[in-house]
């Protein structure tokens, strides 16, 4: 069964940094582009990273380009997303999805994983 499990989540001040994992298991999703979104307490899903299968082309949300960035290794089957110069509105659950499309925020994405929470304090 296919899978995807985040990690990296947890509590960092405000300016710090976290990396967040996203391994696959269950098939390979080295063909599929993969994507990180949120979501924080009574707000939408945010769409953060996409990342296309040859890690050649990304795409970010207007609310993190030029602090994130979304990288994989796809011998590993992983994805990262680096944080950077944290804010406390970047609190979220975090999750990690895969589609068969670009990678960008308009893909389908048909695989989630459970998500993993960012809190950054002020």
Do not use: H
Request: aromatic share 14%.
């Amino acid at each position: 069964q296919a899978q995807l499990v985040e990690s990296g989540g947890g509590l960092v001040q405000a300016g710090g940094s976290l990396r967040l994992s996203c391994a696959a298991s269950g098939r390979t999703f080295s063909t599929y582009a993969m994507g990180w979104f949120r979501q924080a307490p009574g707000k939408e899903r945010e769409f953060v990273a996409g990342i296309n299968w040859t890690g050649t082309s990304t795409y970010y949300g207007d609310s993190v380009k030029g602090r994130y960035t979304i990288s994989r290794d796809i011998a590993k089957n992983t994805v990262y997303l680096q944080m950077n110069s944290l804010k406390p509105e970047d609190t979220a659950v975090y999750y990690c999805a895969a589609t068969v499309g670009s990678g960008s925020p308009y893909s389908r994405y048909d695989y989630w994983g459970q998500g993993t929470q960012v809190t950054v304090s002020s």
